[in-house]
T-cell receptor, first 113, second 112 residues
Framework: DVKVTQSSRYLVKRTGEKVFLECVQDMDHENMFWYRQDPGLGLRLIYFSYDVKMKEKGDIPEGYSVSREKKERFSLILESASTNQTSMYLC????????????FGDGTRLSIL | QKEVEQDPGPLSVPEGAIVSLNCTYSNSAFQYFMWYRQYSRKGPELLMYTYSSGNKEDGRFTAQVDKSSKYISLFIRDSQPSDSATYLCGAHGSGNTGKLIFGQGTTLQVKP
């Protein structure tokens, strides 16, 4: 089974802090994704990467950056956390071919105070 | 207009009922369609993955795609309380990145 592991289930940070969310997958997937999930808004794509050191902006990249130094690891960075970034963050991965589904981690519930 | 539309519900049914969950989409380029189940405080779990039009069955679950009307359905037979969750539909076209477009999700409650 595909395993996507997010480093923290719950995280509380303060406004202005730099926050790192880590995601690791164990299936040698080329593609990795970061989403945030908010009530009434569904899943929104922040950034994705289809190869090491490659990144593409999703629908809501403002206030975020990402890092993909190794194939199995994809990090989401909140440069200066703000209260409107309080959310559930979900990481996903998929094989590089077009006909493969995404597999999700269990999410990090981030609260910015 | 969102590319994938889904009624958020909530939908409440008695145990044993047949459940029908539906989505519509607007992009004719979509070829791959999927359903995810998400329990509270967990990540989405892939339930069904289909290509183009037609039906796919897996146990009590049947996924149906009608590309002519741009309609995606998930049927759950003999629904159980353990089926209570949020169901997300998704779609994407061809292309290496596999970027998915999701519906908002429908919350289902199956009452014993």
């Amino acid at each position: 089974d595909v395993k996507v592991t997010q480093s923290s289930r719950y995280l509380v940070k303060r406004t202005g802090e730099k926050v790192f969310l880590e995601c690791v997958q164990d299936m040698d997937h080329e593609n990795m994704f970061w989403y945030r999930q908010d009530p009434g808004l569904g899943l929104r794509l922040i950034y994705f990467s289809y190869d090491v050191k490659m990144k593409e902006k999703g629908d809501i990249p403002e206030g975020y950056s990402v890092s993909r130094e190794k194939k199995e690891r994809f990090s989401l960075i909140l440069e200066s956390a703000s209260t409107n970034q309080t959310s559930m963050y979900l990481c996903a991965s998929s094989l590089g071919r077009s006909n493969q589904p995404q597999h999700f981690g269990d999410g990090t519930r981030l609260s910015i105070l | 207009q969102k590319e994938v539309e889904q009624d958020p519900g909530p939908l409440s049914v008695p145990e044993g009922a047949i459940v029908s969950l539906n989505c519509t989409y607007s992009n004719s380029a979509f070829q791959y369609f999927m359903w995810y189940r998400q329990y509270s405080r967990k990540g989405p779990e892939l339930l069904m993955y289909t290509y183009s039009s037609g039906n796919k069955e897996d146990g009590r679950f049947t996924a149906q795609v009608d590309k002519s009307s741009k309609y995606i359905s998930l049927f759950i037979r003999d629904s159980q309380p353990s089926d209570s969750a949020t169901y997300l539909c998704g779609a994407h076209g061809s292309g290496n990145t596999g970027k998915l477009i999701f519906g908002q999700g429908t919350t289902l409650q199956v009452k014993p």
